[in-house]
């Protein structure tokens, strides 16, 4: 089980020495910002790193959106992160799962985001699997309930989808974590990545806001069993920069018993 933390991109690979990580997570743009990755000078010792890469979508990607002027761009700006993403070797783009607007029609957002892998299927599809995130707020989200997230994966049935499970997302988000693994896999019948965090808000709070994994409103213990259950990749997205992830990276291998 590789465990690693999101860090800044400037040197990724120095971030994950410093870290003593097995993996690690970063943006190629601003998150906040509608601007194309760049092709990076380090791709190459990227490529050829024993560390493993996984990349973060920007934040202001909402590809369910009925507002063209979003679902539009947010569309095109999926495919270039990918495409960027897969240049350096990463192992999967992770996204969060969106959501429309009060009013509108749940429905047609799921088919969004068919259309958005129709999309790219008609350039040749994702060059890399996508991973959709769970979220931790809003009442008209496509992945904050596990009954929106059983609609959503109907939508997209005829395609390859990953899934990306965050432990603070499904607290806040009103999501119990004891059994979740399982709740999650019968719709989903996957998890490709765990962000092992914790919550600053309590349950179902809809607030995202993370904490270390010995802090927060989240008993450690049912952060471990989600990360156990699952068996998969793990990244923290904890505050306390070096100090604070690598402390949490180290308490994960400890209760873990994975080798340092």
Known sequence: ??????????????????????????????????????????????????????????????????NNRIRIPSRKLLLGHAAAAAAV??????????????????????????????????????????LIENTAGGDNACARH???????????????????????????????????VDRVKAITGRIDLIHANNSKGTFNSGQDRHDNLTGGTIDPELVVAVIRAAGAPVIVETPGGVEGQAADIAFLRGQLGAAA
């Not at 992770?94 to 129709?118: C, P």
């Not at 395609?159 to 603070?168: K, N, P």
Request: proline fraction near 6%.
């Open 146 to 180: 596990l009954d929106a997230l059983g609609r959503l994966w109907d939508a997209l049935g005829d395609y390859e989808v990953g899934f990306c499970l965050d432990t603070c997302h499904a607290h806040a988000g009103g999501e119990e974590l004891l059994g979740l």
């Open 1 to 66: 089980m590789r465990i690693g933390a999101h860090v800044d991109p400037t040197d990724p690979l120095a971030e994950a020495a410093a870290r003593d990580a097995e993996a690690v997570q970063f943006f190629l743009a601003d998150p906040q910002g509608w601007k194309a990755p760049k092709p990076r000078e380090d791709a190459e010792r990227l490529r050829a790193a024993d560390v493993d890469l996984y990349v973060h979508a920007p934040y202001v990607i909402n590809v369910a959106t009925l």
């Open 89 to 130: 070797g990463a192992r999967g783009l992770i996204v969060h799962g969106g959501h429309v607007n009060a009013g509108d029609d749940l429905a047609v957002g799921f088919d969004n985001w068919r259309k958005t892998f129709a999309y790219a299927a008609d350039s040749g599809g994702f060059p890399l699997p996508i």
